[in-house]
C-alpha cells in the first residue's frame, strides 16, 4: 500500500498543479489542499494505480497540439512537385512515449510522423568533401498498400570532432513560473542543464535568464569552466508566478546579443513547458517575434517538459522560426541523449534553411504521397525564395523522409490535371528517370543558397528492404496506427514488429526500446 499511495500522490500531484495553471505556485498548492487529501483517501481504497495515473492525467489535461491535416496523395501530371522544409525536432517521438507509458490515450494531432522517424539514427553514407551533408534514396514495394512503392531520402549531415568544435555563447532561458514546480518539470530542467555544464570549456559563455510574472537576469557572461558558479546558479531557481515568456525570450536575445562570438555557436536553449500566459502569447504572434529576432544571428532551441499541461503548439512555433529545434525531456536519460550523445547535432549547426524539392517524372509516376511533414509544406516556389525560411541540420543528423509512391503499374486511379490544353511535357519524358531530388540549404552564416540535385531511377528499387528502410518504415507504419491515418491499409501492430524482427537493432537502445514501446501499446488505452 506504500508504493500505491506513493504513485498515486504523484499523479494527483501532479493533476492539482495542473489545475493550478501557470499562475498558481505554491499558494495553488495550498487551496487544493483538502481536495488533494480526499484525493488520496479514496485512491487508496477506490481504484487501481495505473487506473488512477492514467484517469487522473486525462481528466485535468489541457495540452495542446497544432492540427495536423494528413497529406493526401498527389498526382504527377497536375502536381509534380513536393517541396518541404526538412525537420530534426524528435519532440513527438518522446512525448507519444510518455503517453504510452502512462496508459495515457493520444491525441492525433500530438503525432508528428517525421519527428518518430527522425528521433532515431540511420547508417547512411558520409558527405562528399565540401558538401555538407549526403543525399541517398532507396525505394521499396510499400508494407502497408500493395498498389505502391515507398521511397526514402535519406540525408546525413558532416560530424565533427567536438574537441575542435566552435565556441559556445549560451542562454540557459529557463520557465520557473508556478505551472513548472512539478516534479518533471524545474527539478528536470536544472538536471538537463546540469549535464549540459559538463560538457563545457573555458572558450565557452554561460547565461542565465529566467521568467515567471518578469523575467530575471541569474548568470551573465561565465567562463564555461566556471561549472561551479553555474550549478550554484542552476540549482538556486524556485519555481512560482505567471509566465511573462515574451519578455524572457526577449531579455535572453538580449544577452545572447550583448556575448555575440564572432564564427562562434550563438544559441538561446528555452526550457519550459511552453504555457505562456503574460504578454506575447499566442502563436501567430511569437512566431512575429522569433521571426525577427533571428536575423540577429542567435540561434532559439527549445526544451519541452511536463505532463498534462504543455503547450506543444507554441514550443513547435519558436524552435520552428527561431532556428533550432524542439526536444521533449520526459527523464535524465532523454537529456544525455539530447544534450550530450547528440551535442553537435543539438547545438552545431552545419547547414541552415534546408528544403527538399522532388519532382516526379509522370512517364513513370502515377502519383505520390509524402508521409509527415505537413507543418512543414512549402509552395512550389518557396524552394528558390531565400528570404524562405526552413529547417536547420546539426552536426551528424540524420534527416528522413518517405514517400509512397503510385507507378504507371498501380491500378490507383488519379484525377487528371483539369486543364483544357495540354502539352506533352505534361506526360513526362522518358529518360529512365522516376524522379529528382533537389535540396538548397544555406551555410550557417551565409544568406545565399546552394542546390543540390540528385535523379533517381529504377535501379533505386530492390524488393529487399536495408535495415535502415525497414525501421523507418516499421515507425512510419507505427505512426500511423497511433493517428488512425485513412492511409494505414493493412498496417497493425504484428506487421510493425516483423518489419524489425531480424534486423540487428540490438546495438542501438533507443531501437531496441521501440520495439519494446510497439510491443506494450494499447490502442484502447
Known amino acids: 500500500m506504500k508504493n500505491k499511495r506513493i504513485i498515486i500522490t504523484a499523479a494527483i500531484l501532479t493533476a492539482s498543479l495542473s489545475l493550478a495553471g501557470c499562475g498558481g505556485g505554491h499558494s495553488a498548492m495550498t487551496t487544493q489542499g483538502a481536495m488533494y487529501e480526499n484525493n488520496i483517501a479514496m485512491a487508496d481504497t477506490a481504484y487501481d494505480v495505473q487506473q488512477i495515473n492514467a484517469e487522473k492525467i486525462q481528466d485535468f489535461n489541457t495540452e495542446e497540439y497544432s492540427a495536423i491535416t494528413e497529406n493526401t496523395f498527389m498526382s504527377a501530371v497536375s502536381d509534380p512537385l513536393s517541396t518541404f522544409s526538412i525537420d530534426v525536432d524528435t519532440a513527438s517521438y518522446t512525448n507519444i512515449r510518455r503517453m504510452i507509458n502512462n496508459g495515457q490515450r493520444i491525441p492525433a494531432d500530438a503525432v508528428r510522423i517525421e519527428e518518430m522517424i527522425n528521433y532515431f539514427n540511420y547508417d547512411y553514407p558520409d558527405p562528399k568533401p565540401g558538401e555538407p551533408f549526403s543525399v541517398n534514396t532507396e525505394m521499396t514495394d510499400c508494407p502497408w498498400n500493395s498498389d505502391t512503392k515507398l521511397l526514402r531520402i535519406g540525408l546525413k549531415a558532416e560530424d565533427i570532432d567536438l574537441s575542435q568544435r566552435c565556441p559556445m555563447n549560451l542562454v540557459f532561458l529557463i520557465d520557473v513560473s508556478g505551472s513548472m514546480y512539478s516534479y518533471d518539470k524545474l527539478p528536470l530542467v536544472q538536471k538537463s ?118 503547450k506543444d503548439n507554441k514550443m513547435e512555433t519558436l524552435a520552428d522560426n527561431g532556428n533550432g529545434m524542439y526536444s521533449y525531456i520526459d527523464s535524465e536519460h532523454e537529456a544525455r541523449k539530447v544534450l550530450v550523445e547528440e551535442m553537435g547535432g543539438t547545438l552545431v549547426t552545419v547547414a541552415k534553411d534546408v528544403k527538399i524539392q522532388v519532382e516526379f517524372n509522370p512517364a513513370y509516376i502515377k502519383g505520390y504521397r509524402l508521409i509527415g511533414y505537413e507543418n512543414r509544406a512549402l509552395s512550389a516556389e518557396d524552394f528558390s525564395d531565400d528570404k524562405k525560411d526552413a529547417g536547420e541540420i546539426g552536426a551528424g543528423h540524420t534527416v528522413t523522409a518517405l514517400y509512397e509512391i503510385a507507378d504507371t503499374n498501380s491500378e490507383m486511379e488519379f484525377a487528371s490535371s483539369g486543364l483544357k490544353y495540354s502539352d506533352a511535357a505534361a506526360l513526362g519524358t522518358e529518360n529512365g528517370e522516376l524522379l529528382t531530388v533537389s535540396v538548397r540549404y544555406k551555410e550557417p552564416d551565409g544568406d545565399e543558397s546552394k542546390l543540390l540535385s540528385y535523379p533517381v531511377t529504377d535501379s533505386a528499387y530492390s524488393s529487399s528492404m536495408s535495415d535502415d528502410m525497414a525501421f523507418a518504415s516499421a515507425v512510419a507504419e507505427f505512426g500511423m496506427l497511433l493517428r488512425d491515418s485513412q492511409y494505414k491499409g493493412t498496417a497493425d501492430k504484428d506487421s510493425v514488429l516483423s518489419l524489425i524482427s531480424g534486423r540487428d537493432i540490438a546495438y542501438d537502445e533507443y531501437k531496441a526500446e521501440f520495439a519494446q514501446l510497439v510491443k506494450s501499446y494499447d490502442k484502447n488505452s
Open 193 to 310: 542543464f546540469s549535464i549540459l555544464t559538463e560538457q563545457l570549456t573555458p572558450q565557452d559563455r554561460i547565461s542565465i535568464v529566467t521568467y515567471a510574472g518578469s523575467d530575471k537576469v541569474v548568470l551573465e557572461g561565465a567562463d564555461g569552466n566556471d561549472s561551479q558558479r553555474i550549478l550554484d546558479a542552476i540549482n538556486s531557481l524556485e519555481a512560482g508566478g505567471s509566465t511573462a515568456g515574451s519578455a524572457g525570450i526577449l531579455r535572453a536575445y538580449e544577452i545572447a546579443e550583448k556575448y555575440y562570438i564572432a564564427d562562434g555557436n550563438n544559441r538561446i536553449i528555452l526550457a519550459t513547458d511552453g504555457d505562456l500566459n503574460v504578454g506575447i502569447s499566442s502563436e501567430a504572434e511569437l512566431k512575429e517575434l522569433v521571426t525577427k529576432k533571428r536575423e540577429s544571428g542567435v540561434f532559439l532551441s527549445v526544451l519541452g517538459f511536463g505532463t498534462g499541461n504543455i
